[in-house]
Every structure is written in C-alpha cells, then in structure tokens.
C-alpha cells in the first residue's frame, strides 16, 4: 500500500476515495474482505504515514481530508475542498507570484447549469 500512496502524484483524500480504493485493490493488497474504510483508514493512521485534517467552518459542514506524508500544500488542500475546484483569479496570481494576497486562498467549484431566466440574452433584442 505505502508504493501505491508513495506513486501517486495526490496527498490529499477524501472518505470517498478510500472507499473507492478498497473496492479497487483491497484484493491486490491483501486485505482482509472484512475490511471496511474506517478501519482501514484508521490502519493507515496508525503507521503515522496519513494524518487527519479537518477544516472548519462556522457557515459550511467540517471537511475531513487524509494527507499522505508530513506535508501538504495549502493549495492542494483548499483545492480538495469539492471535486472540479480551480482558484479564484486572486489566489492564482498568488500562487504564481504576480499579486493577490497570501492570506486569502479563495477557491470555488463548477456549478451545474442553472435555468435561464425570462429567456436568453442576445443582441437582437436590445436594437
């Protein structure tokens, strides 16, 4: 299991994931079928290679994410917050060095397409 952690390019995971992983290689790992992801999350903790990060939030619900390593970026954790998240404009300049503010990481996440309103916007109809 550490090869397979140590391989991947992410440190950063959520519940679903570990779920994910043990349907896909618990068999590979030689785990027992027993196995659930809690316990194998808390095995996984236990050799002090994962350790557990909880974001809070006096608006939102805790975000509970596992780190592969001692480390992780503040970036990649801001961006496992929710699937398909991307920075702001802000915290990508600061990320790359050209402006926005170190103590504002913002990220958001794609939205699904909402209904149009009183139809669709085209020039036609401001002439």
């Known amino acids: 299991m550490a090869a397979f952690f140590t391989s991947q390019e992410r440190r950063v995971f959520d519940v679903s994931e570990?779920?994910?992983?043990?349907?896909?290689?618990g068999e590979q790992?030689?785990?027992?079928?027993s196995l659930t992801w809690p316990k194998l999350?808390?095995?996984l903790m236990s050799t002090?290679?994962?350790t557990e990060i909880r974001l809070n939030s006096?608006?939102?619900r805790p975000i509970v994410r596992y780190v592969w390593?001692?480390?992780?970026?503040p970036v990649r954790l801001a961006l496992s917050t929710a699937r398909n998240t991307y920075l702001t404009h802000a915290s990508a300049m600061w990320v790359?060095?050209?402006g926005g503010l170190a103590n504002d990481l913002i990220v958001n996440h794609e939205q699904s397409p909402k209904a149009s309103s009183e139809g669709d916007f085209n020039s036609?109809?401001?002439?």
């Open 18 to 25: 570990f779920r994910e992983m043990l349907i896909a290689h």
């Open 29 to 33: 790992w030689n785990l027992p079928r």
């Open 41 to 43: 999350i808390k095995r």
């Open 48 to 50: 002090n290679k994962f």
């Open 58 to 60: 006096t608006t939102y």
């Open 69 to 73: 390593g001692t480390e992780v970026s």
């Open 96 to 98: 790359h060095g050209v």
């Open 124 to 127: 036609s109809s401001y002439r």
